[in-house]
């Protein structure tokens, strides 16, 4: 079983306009509203791969009720902790270069009591068949050792936990020892404090590190050149698949959906590594948040090329 949180829930509306013009008249020649969040963003990849999930988290308001409606829609069952406040609208302005602008919303504030609640219902679904996928942004004031405890709590429970955050939330989720995270370059150069573009050897010698303070699995993006995927045992590049891209939103959510759906199918490491650049170059080929159709990823996945280094 996966279960996704998401903390900081929006509605997604990405905009496509011919060139961003600052200061100036911008118009605007399609909108697409979506259900939004990075671990939402996952349950409808994994959904559309063929396989149910549970989506948790925080909503508020009216914008709430529609992220709900939406999923519901999707089929993709969820158990949300309703809270005080309006859930977040994120708006994403898409170039027809590819170059995408967002401008996020921070969220409702959640109290203490809220929190509890979301972390009773994480431990009833914990068990060792049980996979969480930590994703995105938390809300405005919210401690950012959270992910951290919920780990731990996590863990006790013997469930296995995939962490995809950013900055403080991803540093102090470290401790926790998450079985797998999906930093990109620059998310690592930042941990390692590197003030240059890191090579190749580099980005996997900071994997190797990372697996040796005790995280299992370490998938490192690296846009459209592919990824890397580093464990104890093993070292995989994959290179990155050519395909006429809409925009990069939704690529990174996408890999972590396949490489979740990979692990509750015990798929080998090079099958789960092949769905994720299937899925992840599939994604920039669809419009706002929208998941590629399993059609697309099983002809992607057949291009997909991997080597052991």
Same mark, same amino acid.
């Given at each position: 079983m996966i279960v996704t949180v998401t903390m900081n829930p929006a509605i997604d509306k990405t905009v496509d306009i011919e060139r961003m013009e600052r200061g100036g008249l911008n118009r605007i020649k399609r909108v697409v509203l979506d259900a939004g969040g990075k671990g939402i963003n996952v349950s409808k990849t994994i959904k559309e791969l063929g396989l149910d999930t549970i989506a948790t988290g925080f909503i508020g308001g009216t914008a709430g009720e529609v992220i709900e409606k939406v999923l519901k829609e999707y089929g993709i069952s969820t158990d949300f902790v309703v809270v005080d406040g309006e859930t977040r609208t994120n708006m994403k302005v898409v170039e027809a270069t590819g170059e995408v602008t967002e401008l996020n919303e921070p969220g409702p504030i959640v109290s203490?009591?809220? %929190?509890?609640?979301?972390?009773?219902?994480?431990?009833?679904?914990?068990?060792?068949?049980?996979?969480?996928?930590?994703?995105?942004?938390?809300?405005?004031?919210?401690?950012?050792?959270?992910?951290?405890?919920?780990?731990?709590?996590?863990?006790?429970?013997?469930?296995?936990?995939?962490?995809?955050?950013?900055?403080?939330?991803?540093?102090?989720?470290?401790?926790?020892?998450?079985?797998?995270?999906?930093?990109?370059?620059?998310?690592?150069?930042?941990?390692?404090?590197?003030? *240059?573009?890191?090579?190749?050897?580099?980005?996997?010698?900071?994997?190797?590190?990372? %697996?040796?303070?005790?995280?299992?699995?370490?998938?490192? !993006?690296?846009?459209?050149?592919?990824?890397?995927?580093?464990?104890?045992?093993?070292? %995989?590049?994959?290179?990155?698949? !050519?395909?006429?891209?809409?925009?990069?939103?939704?690529?990174?959510?996408?890999?972590?959906?396949?490489?979740? *759906?990979?692990?509750?199918?015990?798929?080998?490491?090079?099958?789960r590594v092949k769905m994720g650049i299937a899925v992840s170059a599939g994604a920039v080929t669809t419009i706002g948040t929208k998941p590629p159709t399993r059609e697309l990823v099983d002809e992607l996945y057949k291009k997909v090329t991997i080597e052991i280094l």
């Amino acid at each position: 079983m996966i279960v996704t949180v998401t903390m900081n829930p929006a509605i997604d509306k990405t905009v496509d306009i011919e060139r961003m013009e600052r200061g100036g008249l911008n118009r605007i020649k399609r909108v697409v509203l979506d259900a939004g969040g990075k671990g939402i963003n996952v349950s409808k990849t994994i959904k559309e791969l063929g396989l149910d999930t549970i989506a948790t988290g925080f909503i508020g308001g009216t914008a709430g009720e529609v992220i709900e409606k939406v999923l519901k829609e999707y089929g993709i069952s969820t158990d949300f902790v309703v809270v005080d406040g309006e859930t977040r609208t994120n708006m994403k302005v898409v170039e027809a270069t590819g170059e995408v602008t967002e401008l996020n919303e921070p969220g409702p504030i959640v109290s203490e009591e809220k %929190i509890n609640e979301l972390i009773e219902k994480l431990e009833h679904y914990a068990n060792e068949d049980t996979l969480f996928v930590l994703a995105g942004s938390i809300p405005s004031g919210m401690d950012k050792t959270i992910y951290k405890r919920m780990i731990e709590t996590i863990h006790k429970k013997g469930a296995k936990v995939f962490l995809d955050a950013d900055g403080e939330l991803f540093v102090n989720s470290l401790e926790a020892k998450p079985d797998m995270i999906k930093p990109n370059r620059a998310e690592l150069e930042e941990l390692f404090q590197l003030d *240059y573009r890191a090579s190749e050897q580099e980005i996997i010698s900071m994997a190797q590190r990372l %697996i040796k303070k005790g995280i299992p699995f370490v998938a490192v !993006s690296l846009g459209q050149m592919g990824a890397l995927f580093v464990t104890e045992d093993c070292t %995989i590049r994959c290179a990155g698949l !050519s395909v006429k891209a809409h925009s990069t939103v939704g690529a990174g959510d996408a890999m972590v959906a396949a490489l979740s *759906y990979g692990w509750d199918k015990k798929m080998s490491l090079e099958e789960r590594v092949k769905m994720g650049i299937a899925v992840s170059a599939g994604a920039v080929t669809t419009i706002g948040t929208k998941p590629p159709t399993r059609e697309l990823v099983d002809e992607l996945y057949k291009k997909v090329t991997i080597e052991i280094l």
